[in-house]
Each structure stands twice: as structure tokens, then as C-alpha cells.
């Protein structure tokens, strides 16, 4: 019986590669390809596949974020197999309930034995409900998060860490982050929205207060009452940005400074 299969991986070279492979291996019909953790969800709840090619390391939504993003969105998992660089991660993909992990480069006998892997569990029931509970906390209390971001400025790339990030925000599909301090600099993100941004950051640091903009709650320098029961954010950049606070958002803001 023929697979359906999804291959997501950020590296086109690498992509091909695997698309190859298994069109050779045989009785696997590949319906899509996706570069990213964002296109990988929609792929899978669009398409249902039987098995997932899932790529480890990706900008923004990496593989493990897109296992908790379909678990948010009560998304049936697929059959999954990740595809790493690094064998260290093997132990967390199996924790995730992979079928398999490739380390790359592939090779063509380590595919086959991952179909044969798929097709032995291709009749076996999803996981549980009380297996699917404890998998989100798992995810959401290792999920690795980088120590830097990566920002373009004046022609430039810079590696700037999470703590020094005082907000970002979203015009006309450009991510601005500016960074705290006198010395602060302004640059561009290479995420596509700011949901894909939060994915890589440390959800204990940043908050997301109004549809525009993402703040560091460490880099919040004085709360301001704005008209009718709302408010604005002072921040400590150079130029102390006022951010407002969507009124969806105000209990939140409430309940993090007991205002």
C-alpha cells in the first residue's frame, strides 16, 4: 500500500534529496514539500499524509515546535521521521513519538528501513489522550530555545541575544526588532511574522501585547494609563517607544504587574 508522504526541510539541496530517494525506494506518493515549521502545519492539516519528513532545525518554528503547534491545533499527528544533522537529538524524537530519525547526508538504506518503520505502525491507533497531556508539557518545558537572534542591519548580520531584544514590531510584512540600552540598534528579522518570531523566543521573556509588536517584559521601563482603561508601554530603547496595549491584552498586563 502507498504511502503519502510530506518532506519539510528549510535546505532545498537537502529536500531533493530525500524527494529522490524516496521516489526511488518505491509505493511512496510525495503530495507536498514545505520549507519551513509554518508551512509543515498547514501541509499536514491540509494534506493528512501518512508519514512526515520533518526537518530538526529550522529558522523560527523548528520540527519539535511544529509537533506542538499541531497538538495546540488538535491536529492529528501523522507518521513522523526527523531529519537531523545531529545525533543528539534522536533520543527527544523518540520522546515526540517518531517513527524514525535520518541523519543527514542520507543515505539510501537508512530510508528504506524508516518506510519499513512507517509501514509496521501504518494500522496502529494515534497516542493517547492522557499520552498526548503529558507530551505538550514535555515540549513546552524542553523545547531548546536559541541564545541569539539573528538581525540585518545596514548591510550587516548580527547575532544579538534574547535578554538585550526590547521589542519587535510588524509593518507591511517587515519584522523590526530594536534592542535595549543607549546603545541599542534597530535591524530586521528574517521571520516572516511575529508568530514565527515568538515561536524562538523565550516565552518566559517576551509577551505578545498588541497585534503588531512583541515586548521583553525585563525591558518594560514604566506602564502609562492611557483613555479609557487602557495602556502604553514605556520601553528602555534609546528613543523610550510607547507601545500600545491591545484591550485584549490588558488583563494580561494586569495580572504580570498586579496593576
Known amino acids: 500500500m502507498s504511502l503519502s508522504a510530506v518532506i519539510v526541510d528549510d535546505e532545498q539541496l537537502a529536500r531533493d534529496e530525500l524527494a529522490y530517494l524516496l521516489k526511488n525506494a518505491g509505493d ?17 492539516k491540509e494534506h493528512n499524509p501518512d508519514l512526515v519528513f520533518l526537518d ?18 488538535k491536529v492529528p499527528l501523522p507518521k513522523i521521521v526527523f ?36 509501514r509496521s505502525k501504518q494500522d496502529t491507533d494515534g497516542l493517547p489522550a492522557e499520552r498526548l497531556e503529558t507530551l505538550v508539557r514535555m515540549l513546552e518545558s524542553h523545547k531548546p530555545q536559541p541564545s541569539k537572534i539573528l ?4 548591510g550587516r548580520m548580527f547575532l ?7 521589542y519587535a514590531s510588524i509593518k507591511d510584512g517587515v519584522i523590526s526588532v530594536v534592542t535595549g ?10 521571520c516572516r511574522t511575529l508568530e514565527e518570531l515568538l515561536d524562538s523566543l523565550d516565552p ?26 487602557s495602556y502604553q508601554l514605556r520601553m528602555d530603547d534609546k528613543k523610550q517607544t510607547e507601545i ?3 484591550r485584549a491584552q490588558t488583563r494580561r498586563l494586569r495580572e504580570l504587574f498586579g496593576l
Not at 37 to 43: H, K, P, Q, S, T
Not at 160 to 166: A, E, L, T
Not at 185 to 190: H, K, R, V
Open 151 to 154: 538581525l540585518k542591519a545596514v
Open 244 to 246: 500600545p496595549v491591545s
Open 28 to 44: 511512496v506518493n510525495i503530495v507536498a514539500q514545505g520549507k519551513n515549521g509554518l508551512e509543515a502545519v498547514n501541509l499536514i
Open 204 to 229: 518566559n521573556l517576551f509577551w505578545r501585547a498588541h497585534r503588531s509588536y512583541l515586548v521583553n517584559i525585563n525591558r518594560i521601563r514604566e506602564v502609562v494609563p492611557w483613555f479609557k482603561s
Open 160 to 166: 544579538v541575544d534574547q535578554k538585550d531584544i526590547c
Open 83 to 118: 531529519a537531523t544533522a545531529f545525533d543528539q537529538y534522536a533520543v527527544k524524537a523518540f520522546e515526540v513519538n517518531a517513527v524514525d530519525y535520518l541523519l543527514k547526508p542520507f543515505d539510501k538504506k537508512r530510508v528504506a528501513q524508516s518506510l519499513q518503520k512507517a
Open 56 to 73: 530538526v532545525q529550522m529558522p523560527g518554528l523548528d520540527g519539535f515546535g511544529v509537533i506542538k503547534k499541531l497538538l495546540d491545533k
Open 181 to 190: 540600552g543607549l546603545s541599542g540598534m534597530e535591524g530586521q528579522s528574517n
